[in-house]
């Protein structure tokens, strides 16, 4: 298989065997590393997402498949060009209560942190009572939430609307990802029931421009 494929066919069949040499060889080739994870990596954790919704894969071979991932970033991350604007602004990170999908959390904490900002990632299956805690101790701007089963876009709706009853809506503007959300459920759903910022990104690009117009 040429280098492209191979790389996606690892993801998709979970095997990390010669992984590194594979992810040097396409850096020495001129790719970026982000190239690497948005154009051949995530395509192949796409086709794992479509065999899994389809019956056609199993869980434990979904796990290795993230797993393979999870090892590809942190080799790549090193790797990843780093802005020198340090201080632009704190923001937790969350993936919500009883939702464990972290890779989209974790691609959005490497994004942000190299392009000036400070993440406290509090990791998985947070509730909000945790989120707010961390957002007040830490000091932090904003708060990100990430969550990608149907399930987590109610629980996001109720963190906003549990932040709104506290009052702390005008203190932290959100930004809402993951899988299962759409720009509609959030600007039309979310926006009306919460009183301060609340934004969709896409993916980890579109967090970054949001921070950076959240924090101009
Ligand atoms: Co799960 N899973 N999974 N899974 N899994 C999905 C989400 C699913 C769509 C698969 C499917 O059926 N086709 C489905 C959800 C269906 C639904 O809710 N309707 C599903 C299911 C059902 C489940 C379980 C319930 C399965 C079970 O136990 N029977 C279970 C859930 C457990 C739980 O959470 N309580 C489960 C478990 C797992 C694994 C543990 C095996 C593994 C996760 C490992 C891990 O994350 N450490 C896993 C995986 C890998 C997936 C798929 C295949 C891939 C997810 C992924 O990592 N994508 C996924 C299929 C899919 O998403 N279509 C699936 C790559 C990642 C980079 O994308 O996170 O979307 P994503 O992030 C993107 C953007 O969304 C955005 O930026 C990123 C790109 O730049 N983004 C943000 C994300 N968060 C953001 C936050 C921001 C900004 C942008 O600001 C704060």
Redesign the pocket.
Known sequence: LPLEERLKRRIIDGERNGLEADLDTAMAEGRTPLSII?DLL?DG??V???L???GQMQ??F??Q???V??TAVAYLEPHMERADDDGKGR?V?A?VK????????N??DI?LSNNGYDVVNIG??QPITAILDAAEEHRADA??????????TVIMKENLAEMATRGVAERWPV???????TRAYVEDDLRSIYPGQVHY???????LS?MDRVMA
Request: without cysteine; charged residues 20%; glycine residues 16%.
């Open positions: 948005n995530l954790m796409k794992v997402g479509e899994f919704g389809s869980l434990p979904v796990l498949s993230a797993e991932m999870k923001i990170l993936t009883g939702d464990v999908h972290d890779i989209g959390k691609l959005v994004i998985i299956k708060i990100g939430m990430s969550g990608l089963l149907v399930k987590s930004l809402l990802g993951g899988a299962a959300l990104a896409r993916d980890a690009f579109e967090g949001l």
